[in-house]
DNA sequence: TCGGGGAAGTTGGCTGTACAACTCGAGCAA
DNA sequence: TTGCTCGAGTTGTACAGCCAACTTCCCCGA
């Protein structure tokens, strides 16, 4: 962000810093520079790739913000890992996230719901009162294995695409993405749950036995919500990494 | 970040798109532009605050890596809301984080080993084989019920520091920074563990009872680890939560 | 051998300019 | 009323140049 300048046009098939940070992430996961070695200066890299240094330096605020490599005014770039981090689709779809760790992926709809929503419903998708919405419960695996349940609510509009979709298909926001629904940004929040009975049941696990929880808000470009969702998941099956810096922060911690 | 050009000069008391940045966090947060509301355009705010695009652009990055506001080429920016994202500071450090949401955070030291780093721990640190560690115990307390329990390694030169702090002493992270250790950059996992006989007699909780657990690497702004950290909240005493976006994403999910 | 001074190198911050891609509403036609 | 086109407005991407703040390392003197 924040290049200031102009110049020769947006760009013809992905922006040029884009692929510059991909370049150098791929580099960097090669081992090109070791492990806390050091990067070539924003004007070699300028040079190298026939671009302009605020080019340079956008490519590398991306891969500082994912926390591949430092930065201190006055010394080099020093690699810090090869820390792959996800993209922001692997993190909010489960079967993009199971397809990238290498598992075979699968999903049951176990009920759904058309209704109209309640007080706290409109409140989590900013809807007016009277609306309605569609809630679906799947069960979730990785492997054939139970892994997770997801009890997830929709706005009518989005809600009427995924009752469309066959009671097993393994993806809802692929065909969603399709149809032009874009989900641009999601807030997650982690903490940790006692199972009901109907977690119990389906995920054959104890009930009242700990489970994960993450409960996720996503919404479009323009900040419409497309959908709330609350994930439980068995003990032992899923961690949440995050990076963070004194430059870029967006993880927190907040009181249970 | 990738501000391309250069001008006026560096900040004199603080770089001017962090106090843009600051400015606008506040109206937004006092509702100036509703929730849902459009924000000024890029160059109206540049006329306004006397600077350059280049420099709200920047300004606005960083809120939209926090969450606060959306982007959209062609489209004034729109609120999303009001997510206070705590600063770096607030995640790393116990007692910044007590602080912040209005509790009294205490701390008590257990335990302090020196000795020799097995293995394991030379990978966390990066340190050599053959080099020396502390190990840290600490029960942290907010309003002086136990909440979480910490073990922490530092490096030699880090935990002589430390050691010589009173063994009540409520931070440990700020002495440090006095003393001109700087924190830059932190990962962050959290996952669910189970209580072992240790955690349960200073917690006061079931052995075998669920926990959440998060462990943490710090690093300061050259790479070079700090502490390795890993610390075991009470169920419903914690939450985690997170602002992803396809733009910027810091945030992964890891098989368990 | 040790320490200080200084110069070169590097990143952070800021401005200005230019064009491309996209949104959105006004206005017009069917 | 509906649907379409068009243009003004807005953000995204990119380049060029400048100065400040900081790190690093060489070199020289004590």
Redesign the pocket.
Known sequence: ????????????AG????RLAADLREAIASGAYGSGGR?P????LAQKY??????V??A?AVLRANGLVT???????VVLGTARTQSFFELLSFTRWARSIGEEPGGRTVDVEHRLAGPLECELLGLLAGSQIYRVLRLRTLSRVPIMIERTIYPERIGAMIVRLEPDAVSHTEPLAEQGVVFADAEHTVDLVYADAEDARLLGCAEGGPLIRERRRATDP?GTPLEWSEDRYLPGTVSFTVHNSVAMTALSRRRG
Chains 1, 2 share one sequence.
């Not at 962000?1 to 013809?12: I, P, S």
């Not at 200066?41 to 070699?44: C, F, I, T």
């Not at 026939?50 to 080019?55: E, L, Q």
């Not at 930065?71 to 770039?77: K, Q, V």
Request: hydrophobic share 25%.
């Open positions: 962000m924040a290049g200031a300048g102009g110049g020769a046009g947006g760009g013809v922006a040029r810093y884009r990067l200066s924003e004007e070699e026939g671009v302009s240094r605020g080019t330096r956008q590398l930065s201190r005014r006055g010394s080099r770039r323009a």
